[in-house]
């Protein structure tokens, strides 16, 4: 399948999730994605800590593609529309009215409504099937995504005889691991607030000495380095010197 098509049923997906999200927690939180298709410099970057990046005046057409978009939406272009053969259903995006540089460019934009052709069967793990294009609020708006449904659904059987599918733990560990997450940097401001901002020890005494009384494995092994590299630095000065 063509990487246009993928990446449009990506988009979709991460859509999808985000909408899940949303719902599940409560949070406003949405996404809006961009795709754009043309050449581009790839490689790995960097001495020390190396990442793999892509580089070119299409990824920045990519990036306005995104920001031009509507949240909840998949915004493509031109170029990826040329790329397709009847997959999704496009209405106009007018990307240029959100973008400055689309409309200096020209540049002819499209939002997926709805898809036509799903996935071939054995393409890929789960065979994914469209139905009806459903509403998802966003504040004062309502964007129009896919509302995707997979024809055979995993099932667990608990001891007590109730059906768990597999996509209902999947959300259920997606919403653990976001209020993971949230409580983590509360949890991190909470600490903050317990500690002496000079001497960034703590304010309870209970708590310092606590910490002072927790052992430290390694903490023999700078020092012993130290002394190492000393000894060694010593005797290298007096070989040297007459």
Request: with cysteine.
């Given at each position: 399948m063509d990487h246009a098509v993928l990446s449009i049923?990506?988009?979709l997906s991460m859509v999808t999730a985000?909408?899940?999200?949303?719902?599940?927690?409560?949070?406003?939180?949405?996404?809006?994605?961009?795709?754009?298709?043309?050449a581009c410099l790839g490689g790995v970057l960097g001495q020390r800590q190396w990442q793999f990046d892509i580089l070119g005046k299409e990824v920045t057409m990519a990036n306005k593609m995104e920001s031009g978009g509507l949240p909840g939406r998949v915004h493509i272009?031109?170029?990826?529309?040329?790329?397709?053969?009847?997959?999704?259903?496009?209405?106009?995006?007018?990307?240029?009215?959100?973008?400055?540089?689309?409309?200096?460019?020209?540049?002819?934009?499209?939002?997926?409504?709805?898809?036509?052709?799903?996935?071939?069967?054995?393409?890929?793990?789960?065979?994914?099937?469209?139905s009806p294009t459903k509403m998802i609020s966003n504040g004062n708006k309502k964007n129009q995504v896919t509302d995707k449904k997979e024809s055979s659904v995993e099932e667990d059987t608990t001891d007590s005889g109730h059906t768990i599918s597999k996509e209902e733990e999947y959300r259920k560990?997606?919403?653990?691991?976001?209020?993971?997450?949230?409580?983590?940097?509360e949890k991190d401001s909470v600490l903050s607030g317990t500690l002496q901002p000079l001497t960034l020890t703590f304010k309870e005494k209970q708590l310092e000495t606590r910490y002072h009384q927790r052992s430290d494995s390694y903490n023999g092994l700078p020092l012993m380095a130290?002394?190492?590299?000393?000894?060694?630095?010593?005797?290298?000065?007096?070989?040297?010197?007459?």
């Open positions: 049923h990506m988009g985000i909408s899940t999200v949303r719902q599940s927690t409560g949070k406003d939180v949405n996404m809006r994605v961009g795709v754009h298709t043309g272009s031109e170029a990826t529309k040329q790329c397709l053969n009847g997959e999704f259903e496009l209405e106009d995006g007018h990307g240029g009215d959100r973008e400055e540089e689309l409309k200096l460019k020209n540049i002819t934009s499209y939002l997926v409504k709805s898809v036509i052709k799903p996935y071939p069967e054995g393409t890929l793990d789960k065979v994914t099937q469209s560990e997606l919403s653990l691991r976001l209020q993971h997450e949230l409580l983590a940097k130290l002394s190492v590299a000393l000894v060694v630095i010593l005797g290298a000065k007096l070989c040297i010197l007459p």
